[in-house]
C-alpha cells in the first residue's frame, strides 16, 4: 500500500500546500550570459586587483549614474563604508570620536562606524519618508566638537528628496564635518526629478549584494565628486598601495572586487531596467489597494529600487498579526528595523540625539513585503489579501475606515512604458501607466 494511501481517508482529497511566497528570490545572470563579459579577464589571465572587468564595470556605473570620475568597485558595502569612512574622516582624533547615524537602519552602518574606530551617535528619522531628520541632526550643535563626521542613509533604497539632501548637506557644512551616504539598496533610485543617486555627500556606498535589486552575489561600489577621495579609495581598498606600490599614507585593507564578480555586474546592467520597472509597477499596484486599508508607505518611494516593500501598520498589534498570519499563509515578511541600533545591547551606552521617538514608533509597525524581479501577480494577490485581513482584524480602539475591504482581482503584470530622461535615466512609472486593476 502507497504511503498516499496510509494517510489520506477514503474519498478524500490530499491537502496541496500552497507555494511558499519567499520575502526575496535573488536572480543572477547565468554563466551563460556572464562568460563574454569574463572573456577579457581569462584572455589576459587577470582575476584580480583592478582588471579589465572591474575597470569596465566602475565605468559602466559612473555613465549610468551620470558621474564624471568612475566609482571604486568593492567585495561589499560594508567594506565600502569602512573605506569610505576612513578617506572622508580619516583616523579618530582628539575629542572627535563621534558619528551621527540614524538608529532606524541596518547594522551594518553602525558596524562600519565602529571598525573605523568611531562611536555612533544616534538621530531619528522624519515621520512621513522615514528619511534621517535635519532636525534630529540639528540636536547634536551643542556635541559639534566632537562630532568627527555624518553617516547619512537612503533609508530602504528610496532617494531623499533634493531638499531633505540639500539640508543635511548643509548641515554638515556648518557642522565643520564630513559627510558618507550609505545607499545600500539605492543603486538605481530615482529622485522626484527623476535623477539616480551616485552624488550624494562626500561619499557615496551601494551594495551589489545578492539580495539587493542590483544584484551580483557580494560586492559594492563607492562614488564620490572628489577625485581625491575617490584616489584614497584605490588605495584603501589595496592595503594603502599607492601608484608605485609603497605604503606611504594610511594603512588599508582588502577590499577590492574580483574580475568574475564584476562580470556578473556588467551582465545585471544589461537587464537592470526591466528588473526595476516590474518592481516598481508590483510595489505600485501594492500601494494602490493597501493604502486604503490604513497601511502607510514610504513618501517619495515611486522611485525606490524595492529591494522589498516595506510598510508600516496602523498598530504594532497589527504587525504582530500580519506576522503570525504570514507563517500560515505560507508568505515570508521580515521586520525592520526591530529592534533599532539604539536598543542593541552592544549599543545601549552609545549617546543619541534628545528624541528618538519616530524610529521607536516605526520600528514597532513596520514589515518588509516580499518582493523580487519575476514577482507574479498571484503573489501580489495573496499578499494583498494577507495584509487587509491582518489590519481589519485587528483589534482597535475606535472602528477604521478599511475593515471590510474587499478581495480585488489580481493585477495583470504587462509590460508597461518607461519614460527616460534625455540622459537615458529610466523614471518610475506614473500612476496611470502602473498596472490597472478593476
Not at 491537502?15 to 519567499?22: H, K
Not at 504570514?326 to 525592520?336: F, G, L, N, Q, T
Request: include cysteine; charge should be neutral.
Amino acid at each position: 500500500m502507497s504511503a498516499r494511501a496510509d494517510t489520506v481517508p477514503r474519498g478524500a482529497h490530499p491537502v496541496v500546500a500552497r507555494e511558499l511566497i519567499r520575502f526575496q528570490a535573488p536572480s543572477l545572470p547565468s554563466l551563460r550570459e556572464v562568460e563574454p563579459f569574463f572573456a577579457e579577464a581569462e584572455r589576459l589571465r587577470w582575476f584580480s586587483n583592478g582588471g579589465p572587468c572591474v575597470t569596465r564595470l566602475e565605468r559602466a556605473c559612473a555613465d549610468r549614474l551620470g558621474l564624471e570620475h568612475p566609482g571604486v568597485a568593492v567585495n561589499n558595502a560594508t567594506s565600502g563604508l569602512m573605506v569610505a569612512l576612513r578617506a572622508c574622516l580619516g583616523v579618530p582624533r582628539g575629542e572627535r570620536r563621534l558619528v551621527a547615524v540614524p538608529s532606524f537602519t541596518f547594522v551594518a552602518s553602525v558596524n562600519a562606524v565602529a571598525w573605523a574606530g568611531f562611536q555612533p551617535v544616534f538621530i531619528d528619522v522624519d515621520p512621513h519618508d522615514w528619511q534621517p531628520s535635519e532636525a534630529s541632526l540639528a540636536q547634536l550643535w551643542d556635541l559639534r566638537d566632537e562630532l568627527a563626521g555624518v553617516l547619512h542613509c537612503s533609508t530602504f533604497g528610496t532617494a531623499p528628496s533634493r531638499a531633505r539632501r540639500d539640508s543635511i548637506a548643509a548641515l554638515a557644512r556648518d557642522l565643520g564635518v564630513p559627510l558618507v551616504v550609505d545607499s545600500a539598496a539605492g543603486f538605481g533610485a530615482v529622485d522626484e526629478d527623476g535623477r539616480e543617486l551616485g552624488d550624494q555627500g562626500d561619499a557615496e556606498v551601494f551594495s551589489f549584494h545578492a539580495t539587493k535589486p542590483f544584484a551580483i552575489g557580494e560586492g559594492g561600489l563607492v562614488t564620490s565628486r572628489s577625485a581625491t577621495v575617490l584616489a584614497s579609495l584605490a588605495e584603501l581598498i589595496n592595503f594603502g598601495f599607492d601608484h608605485t606600490r609603497s605604503v606611504t599614507g594610511p594603512l588599508g585593507i582588502n577590499a577590492k572586487m574580483p574580475e568574475l564578480t564584476a562580470a556578473v555586474g556588467l551582465a545585471v546592467l544589461d537587464r537592470f531596467d526591466d528588473a526595476l520597472a516590474h518592481r516598481r509597477a508590483a510595489a505600485g499596484w501594492l500601494r494602490d489597494e493597501l493604502e486604503s486599508a490604513g497601511v502607510s508607505f514610504q513618501a517619495g518611494s515611486a522611485g525606490s529600487t524595492f529591494q522589498f516593500v516595506p510598510v508600516a501598520l496602523p498598530s504594532a498589534a497589527a504587525r504582530d498579526l500580519l506576522l503570525r498570519k504570514a507563517h500560515d499563509a505560507r508568505i515570508e515578511v521580515r521586520v525592520y528595523f526591530d529592534p533599532p541600533m539604539h536598543q542593541l545591547p552592544a549599543l545601549s551606552s552609545a549617546r543619541r540625539a534628545f528624541d528618538l521617538r519616530v524610529t521607536e514608533s516605526l520600528s514597532r509597525r513596520i514589515v518588509g513585503l516580499p518582493m523580487a524581479n519575476d514577482i507574479s501577480a498571484d503573489s501580489l494577490q495573496r499578499i494583498r489579501d494577507l495584509v487587509v485581513r491582518a489590519v481589519a482584524t485587528t483589534p482597535r480602539r475606535a472602528p477604521h475606515r478599511a475593515t471590510t475591504a474587499p478581495v480585488s482581482r489580481a493585477p495583470e503584470l504587462v509590460p508597461h512604458p518607461r519614460r527616460r530622461t534625455a540622459d537615458g535615466l529610466v523614471l518610475a512609472p506614473t500612476a496611470a501607466q502602473l498596472p490597472a486593476v478593476p
